[in-house]
């Protein structure tokens, strides 16, 4: 079973910034798309960026030029940079590795609190 840990959430003023973090149990590569999603509370969870195998990454508008999510192969782990961040950022993070499109993989979560 596919164990996926995120770390590096916690409490931040507004404008601060914060490194999340997301070890997967097995060879990153092995996933074609590792995403970060996030759920405020009392809201969906929504898509926040991607990584795919081929190395692209795209982010969501609220979070694009703030955000920057990256990889290190050598230790199977997916990082999401947060920078600027603001108060609507609060929320939960979730790591997200896919197999397929129907084998999809989910972290315990996160939390990010952005307050002053």
């Known amino acids: 079973q596919v164990q996926l840990v995120e770390s590096g959430g916690g409490l931040v003023q507004p404008g601060g910034s914060l490194r999340l973090s997301c070890a997967a149990s097995?060879?990153?590569?092995?996933?074609?798309?590792v995403a970060w999603y996030r759920q405020a509370p009392g809201k969906q969870r929504e898509w926040v960026a991607t990584?795919?195998?081929?190395?692209?990454?795209n982010y969501a508008d609220s979070v694009k030029d703030r955000f920057t999510i990256s990889r290190d192969h050598a230790k199977d782990t997916v990082y999401l940079q947060m920078n600027s961040l603001k108060p609507e950022d609060t929320g939960t993070y979730y790591c997200?590795?896919?197999?397929?499109?129907?084998?999809?993989?989910w972290g315990q979560g996160t939390q990010v609190t952005v307050s002053s």
């Open positions: 997200n590795a896919r197999r397929t499109t129907t084998v999809t993989y």
């Open positions: 097995e060879n990153i590569f092995s996933f074609y798309v």
């Open positions: 990584f795919t195998s081929s190395g692209s990454t």
